[in-house]
T-cell receptor
Framework: SQKIEQNSEALNIQEGKTATLTCNYTNYSPAYLQWYRQDPGRGPVFLLLIRENEKEKRKERLKVTFDTTLKQSLFHITASQPADSATYLCALDLDTGRRALTFGSGTRLQVQP | NAGVMQNPRHLVRRRGQEARLRCSPMKGHSHVYWYRQLPEEGLKFMVYLQKENIIDESGMPKERFSAEFPKEGPSILRIQQVVRGDSAAYFC??????????????FGSGTRLTVV
């Protein structure tokens, strides 16, 4: 079956370090992939979209890579800050029969001061 | 534009009652999506609507759940005869394009339904 996998264990890093989160998917070749941030008690916030023909995309301290051969996206936050602590979700147009994004379960990032 | 507006923020219902959740999309967005999030779980797709049309309801339970997006007014997610398992956060998202292509989804703050 088609699915999206994100590391369910929380990622704890020190302030100033680079955080790297992983999103793996199976059995499909999406045209694009999106990353969202979700804070407790709030709705997800769209961060970045990367297309299948783009290897890398950047926005300020954020960088996303998309390897369609490995079926994997990496999400990097450089010079991390405590304010970056949140859950990060990846989302794909995973199922050709479903006209909506499918979300991973997210990885919680905790940046220690 | 204040973004996607959902109300109420919190809703408590007794088992067997009806729950009605409202969502007003961002101005200019014609695509509305409803997702459900259980504690410590990911977002699960429920239904995708455009004005006066249900486009994809493949994630909606077959019984007790319904959704609409009328020509005028907000989108409504209706849950009849609620049960404890319906307790969750329900998020609405809107987008100017199908499947959030190019622009992503804009989410509301959600409605937290508690069934007692």
């Amino acid at each position: 079956s088609q699915k999206i996998e994100q590391n369910s264990e929380a990622l704890n890093i020190q302030e100033g370090k680079t955080a790297t989160l992983t999103c793996n998917y199976t059995n499909y070749s999406p045209a694009y992939l999106q990353w969202y941030r979700q804070d407790p008690g709030r709705g997800p916030v769209f961060l970045l979209l990367i297309r299948e023909n783009e290897k890398e995309k950047r926005k300020e301290r954020l960088k996303v890579t998309f390897d369609t051969t490995l079926k994997q996206s990496l999400f990097h936050i450089t010079a991390s800050q405590p304010a970056d602590s949140a859950t990060y979700l990846c989302a794909l147009d995973l199922d050709t029969g479903r006209r909506a994004l499918t979300f991973g379960s997210g990885t919680r990032l905790q940046v220690q001061p | 534009n204040a973004g996607v507006m959902q109300n109420p923020r919190h809703l408590v219902r007794r088992r067997g009652q009806e729950a009605r959740l409202r969502c007003s999309p961002m101005k200019g967005h014609s695509h509305v999506y409803w997702y459900r999030q259980l504690p410590e779980e990911g977002l699960k797709f429920m239904v995708y609507l455009q004005k006066e049309n249900i486009i994809d309801e493949s994630g909606m339970p077959k019984e007790r759940f319904s959704a609409e997006f009328p020509k005028e007014g907000p989108s409504i997610l209706r849950i009849q005869q609620v049960v404890r398992g319906d307790s969750a956060a329900y998020f609405c998202a809107s987008s100017p394009r199908d499947r959030g292509i190019d622009y992503g989804y804009t989410f509301g703050s959600g409605t937290r339904l508690t069934v007692v």
